[in-house]
């Protein structure tokens, strides 16, 4: 058994960790967690009391992370502002969250010499275009395009600066894109279920023609743990489960699963300096550490996931109209 302080586990993919841990290892959680707009205490009703702790604070504030961080095994670092969009309307959070926060969790994780694993996102190496045969690798130059993806690029290396200087005993994965349940109705995939769900059209930006690598939250969930448990220190690991979709594609799913015609969209205003194309490489992590990804049916993997949203309006519905109102603000 092993203590796991979990950064971020009220959020879409902490959360869905924290269920996957509890279920698949007898370890026990700490989650420590700002509770923004993105965090739900909903996404973690219900688990047992005996192997899991909430605590409400942030990740900048050092006298908080310093006691956490000297009582626990290992710091699954997952807290982070996420949203590209909401990052090019108010870039500061992501500095102070992003930077900051990884910052005053790595100094607590080497003074008190703990196990770190910092989660990141492919968007740090830029983007692809759509017919490059390349695909990321652990070895691709760091080239981010947004305020967010630029603050964790920033926050990536903070942690390899750490463990060169200081000896931090870290590891880092960088993950294309998540889906699954408990994913915010601001993010691509629940937004236009919940808009279907509303009546109201799926807004696809610019063309369509963005491809992102999708992964399930579950496959995520397990290659971190394959990590802390095997992962070499100081090295990091791609993520990715070949799951590559133009954004077209995905939308024209959703409607088939939903029941409507295959052409009930809208076309807005484009993403600005929006990435075109996302593709991981995750050879290093499946021949190294010998980990597979479970959920290759994405199709399937769909249904399941507007059934939930469907099954469970109580979680997103207090979200939903603050959030399309902004969008409306912004054209999208
Ligand atoms: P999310 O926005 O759903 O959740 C973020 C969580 O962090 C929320 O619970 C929020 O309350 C918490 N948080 C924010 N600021 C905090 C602070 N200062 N102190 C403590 N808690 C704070 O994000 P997500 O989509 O679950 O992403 C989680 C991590 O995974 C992020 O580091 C992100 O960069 C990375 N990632 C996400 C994806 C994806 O597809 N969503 C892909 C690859 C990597
Ligand atoms: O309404 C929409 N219409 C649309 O076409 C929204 C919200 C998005 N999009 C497009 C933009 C992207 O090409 O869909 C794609 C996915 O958008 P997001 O869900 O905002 O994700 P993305 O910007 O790709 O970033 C996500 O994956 C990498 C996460 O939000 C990041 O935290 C993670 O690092």
Request: hydrophobic share 35%; net charge negative.
């Amino acid at each position: 058994m092993q203590k796991l302080l979990v950064t971020g586990g009220a959020g879409f993919i902490g959360s869905n960790f924290v269920h996957y841990v509890l279920e698949n290892t007898d370890h026990h959680v700490t989650v420590l967690d700002k509770l923004t707009y993105a965090g739900n205490v909903e996404s973690l009703a219900g688990l047992p009391a005996d192997r899991f702790t909430l605590v409400q604070g942030d990740i900048c504030d050092a006298a908080v992370v310093d006691g956490l961080v000297a009582g626990t095994d290992v710091v699954v670092h997952y807290a982070a502002e996420s949203h590209n969009d909401n990052s090019l309307h108010d870039p500061r959070p992501f500095l102070d969250t992003n930077i900051i926060g990884t910052y005053t969790l790595i100094e607590a994780a080497r003074k008190h010499n703990k196990r770190f694993h910092h989660i990141s996102t492919d968007e740090v190496y830029g983007d692809l275009e759509l017919d490059d045969p390349e695909r990321f690798t652990e070895n691709t130059p760091y080239n981010p395009s947004s305020p967010y993806s630029s603050t964790k690029a920033g926050s990536d290396l903070l942690v390899r600066a750490w463990v060169r200087s200081f000896g931090l005993q870290a590891t880092i994965s960088n993950c294309s894109n998540n889906y699954g349940p408990y994913q915010h109705v601001e993010k691509f995939i629940p937004r236009q279920i919940t808009n279907v769900i509303d009546g109201i059209r799926p807004k696809l930006y610019g063309k369509g023609e963005n491809v992102r690598d999708w992964i399930h939250a579950n496959d995520h969930s397990s290659a971190v743990l394959a990590i802390i448990a095997k992962g070499r220190i100081g090295e990091t690991y791609l993520i990715g489960a070949d799951g590559e979709k133009n954004n077209k594609d995905v939308v024209e799913l959703i409607l088939k699963h939903m029941g409507q015609a295959p052409d009930a969209y809208d076309h807005v205003v484009d993403r600005p300096g929006h990435d075109m194309r996302y593709a991981i490489d995750s050879s290093k992590l499946r021949d190294e550490l010998g980990w597979e990804p479970k959920f290759s049916n994405f199709d399937a993997g769909i249904e399941d996931t507007i059934a939930w949203y469907r099954n469970n309006e109580d979680w997103w519905r207090p979200q939903k109209a603050a959030t399309e109102a902004k969008y409306k603000e912004q054209g999208q």
